[in-house]
């Protein structure tokens, strides 16, 4: 089974600055796919970014990237010009490739804090 | 569009009583999930669906039973609530193809029981 481990609680970065969530997961599988979710107050679950296990060019979406290390099995993500409204819950989730076994297994999560 | 719909969006239960959490999607997709998540927790996957007709056990099925009698609805049931049950309930949907489509999130059902 995989797992997914988010080995930072909570986070916080000054308004502006630049933070890194770090995600690492342990997978049998060569092909697969990485998320990160925020989870703001409202609980709602808001895809950030997302990652092909087969592509090696890291994932972009505006202020937000990851570095997606295959071998030692790490996806961190990078938060660059923090603003207030990242403050949330962040969630790095696997999801097998394998017919049939294409559930997302979540992290336990980092909670980030913007400091104005 | 309406994407994922989950309702009630709060429910009260006591002790011993069943009630059903109701989940629809409008985007024809074929895969179908439930999750929980328990105050500070990651999600943890109840029950799954590939397709109508066909669910399958996540990792924390034990008190919940689903059904997928159509592409679009994937009630879940809890029999004979427990304080344990006590959580955020998330159901969620994608379609099954070769590049991982994302998977959508519903809002989410506060369940409290008592």
């Known amino acids: 089974a995989q797992t997914v481990t988010q080995s930072q609680p909570e986070m916080s970065v000054q308004e502006a600055e630049t933070v890194t969530l770090s995600c690492t997961y342990d997978t049998s599988e060569s092909d697969y796919y990485l998320f990160w979710y925020k989870q703001p107050p409202s609980r709602q679950m808001i895809l950030v970014i997302r990652?092909?296990?087969?592509?090696?060019q890291n994932a972009t979406e505006n202020r937000f990237s990851v570095n997606f290390q295959k071998a030692a099995k790490s996806f961190s993500l990078k938060i660059s010009d923090s603003q207030l409204g990242d403050a949330a819950m962040y969630f790095c989730a696997y999801r097998s490739s394998n017919f049939g076994n294409e559930k997302l297994t979540f992290g336990t999560g980092t909670r980030l804090t913007i400091i104005p | 569009n309406a994407g994922v719909t989950q309702t009630p969006k709060f429910r009260i239960l006591k002790i011993g009583q069943s009630m059903t959490l109701q989940c629809a999607q409008d985007?024809?997709?074929?895969?179908m999930y439930w999750y929980r998540q328990d105050p500070g927790m990651g999600l943890k996957l109840i029950y799954y669906s590939v397709g109508a007709g066909i669910t399958d056990k996540g990792e924390v099925p034990n008190g919940y039973n689903v059904s997928r009698s159509t592409t679009e609805d994937f009630p879940l049931r809890l029999e004979l609530a427990a304080p344990s049950q006590t959580s955020v309930y998330f159901c969620?949907?994608?379609?099954?193809?070769?590049?991982?489509?994302?998977?959508?999130f519903g809002e989410g059902s506060w369940l409290t029981v008592v």
């Open positions: 985007m024809n997709h074929n895969y």
């Open positions: 990652q092909e296990a087969y592509k090696q």
């Open positions: 969620a949907s994608s379609y099954r193809t070769d590049s991982g489509n994302t998977i959508y």
